[in-house]
Every structure is written in structure tokens, then in C-alpha cells.
């Protein structure tokens, strides 16, 4: 079983950018498609972003799309969302996930969550 760890979270202005990062420990990293999720006060989490294990593949929603990249390292154990453009509605608890297969564009296909890294966009 997989464990993740995000950090890169924080406070911004409209405009700025943030890079997070997820760092996996105890399974096999390249064998897992990743993603990432947020959920804003609330609301319900939503993913927002995925990577294919070769990351032959990237998915986005539309709301982040041509704003976020996210990838990943298969050398490091880690994915990475790098995020531009940011805007007050991005605020949220951001969320890495990870799932034993290469469906990386399903959401209800990831079984493995980290515990969460605060991003707060000011106005």
C-alpha cells in the first residue's frame, strides 16, 4: 500500500503560482496513475488533474486547464502540480491520490489519498 505525502501548499495573490508536491513511500510508484483532487470549503472534493504511470497521459478539468501541469518523476516517488494563473476560486485543500491501475482520468477509481496541503489564492 502506497503512502503520500504533499507539501508546496500556501497563501498567494490572484495571479501567482505554487508548485505542489506528492511524495510516495511503500509501494511501487511506477505502477500507480496519479492524481490530484481539491476540495474547497464546503463543497465536496473534486479531481482536477490525472497522470498516466508513464506519463504517456494527462487529464484535466476544465477549470484548470492551460493553468495546472501536473507530472511526475518515477526516479523520485513524486507528482507535482504545477499550478499558474491562480485565482481566488482555486482555494481549497489540494489532494494527491494514487490507484493500482492506468485509468488516470477516473476519479472513482483512486484508492489512496494523502492527507492534504492548503492553498489559499487572495483577491
Known amino acids: 500500500q502506497v503512502q503520500l505525502v504533499e507539501s508546496g501548499g500556501g497563501l498567494v495573490q490572484a495571479g501567482g503560482s505554487l508548485r505542489l508536491s506528492c511524495a510516495a513511500s511503500?509501494?511501487?510508484?511506477?505502477?500507480?496513475?496519479m492524481g490530484w483532487f481539491r476540495q474547497a470549503p464546503g463543497k465536496e472534493r473534486h479531481f482536477i488533474a490525472g497522470?498516466?504511470?508513464?506519463?504517456?497521459?494527462?487529464y484535466y478539468v476544465d477549470s484548470v486547464k492551460g493553468r495546472f501541469t501536473i507530472s511526475r518523476d518515477n526516479t523520485k516517488n513524486t507528482v507535482y502540480l504545477q499550478m499558474n494563473s491562480l485565482k481566488p476560486e482555486d482555494t481549497a485543500v489540494y489532494y494527491c491520490?494514487?490507484?493500482?491501475?492506468?485509468?488516470?482520468?477516473?476519479?472513482?477509481?483512486?484508492?489512496?489519498w494523502g492527507q492534504g496541503t492548503q492553498v489559499t489564492v487572495s483577491s
Open positions: 511503500g509501494g511501487t510508484f511506477r505502477t500507480y496513475a
Open positions: 497522470v498516466s504511470r508513464l506519463s504517456f497521459s494527462t
Open positions: 491520490a494514487a490507484q493500482p491501475g492506468n485509468s488516470a482520468s477516473a476519479p472513482e477509481l483512486y484508492k489512496y
